[in-house]
């Protein structure tokens, strides 16, 4: 079986329990085509960059998949009929991630990023840079 990463952005109306019980509908249809839902993350309700059937916002998931391609393909096109969601894309990948997505360590990587200059006073200009 091959390995699948899906992201799907649905609509700002539903709420969070909505948003679950779509992710569990869409979770069912692969293990019905005899696949496997290794890793579902919620990443909430974010700001989409541009607005989508008068969206401004969208709940993201994301799943990891292993599955055949028939199973992956019902799904897509289960989710192309849904009118709660607004943008899909999966991606046929070598390997599952285990560890968090990026959208999901953006603010842990933050604070690694600013325990790391604590106790820094200031900071020395690099050679060639003007001060």
Request: proline share 4%; hydrophobic share 35%; with cysteine.
């Amino acid at each position: 079986m091959a390995f699948y990463e899906t992201v799907f952005v649905a609509r700002q109306e539903l709420s969070a329990a909505q948003v679950e019980a779509l992710a569990a509908n869409l979770t069912d249809l692969i293990t019905q085509g005899q696949g496997e839902v290794t890793k579902t993350e919620f990443c909430g309700l974010r700001t989409l960059a541009y607005s989508i059937k008068k969206n401004r916002k969208g709940h993201y998931v994301l799943f990891n998949i292993e599955a055949p391609a028939p199973a992956v393909k019902e799904m897509e096109r289960q989710m192309q009929l849904n009118e709660d969601i607004l943008r899909f894309l999966t991606l046929k990948i070598d390997q599952l991630d285990t560890n968090p997505s990026p959208l999901m360590q953006s603010k842990q990587s933050r604070d690694r990023r600013y325990e790391a200059f604590e106790g820094v006073d200031h900071f020395e200009p690099i050679e060639g840079e003007k001060e």
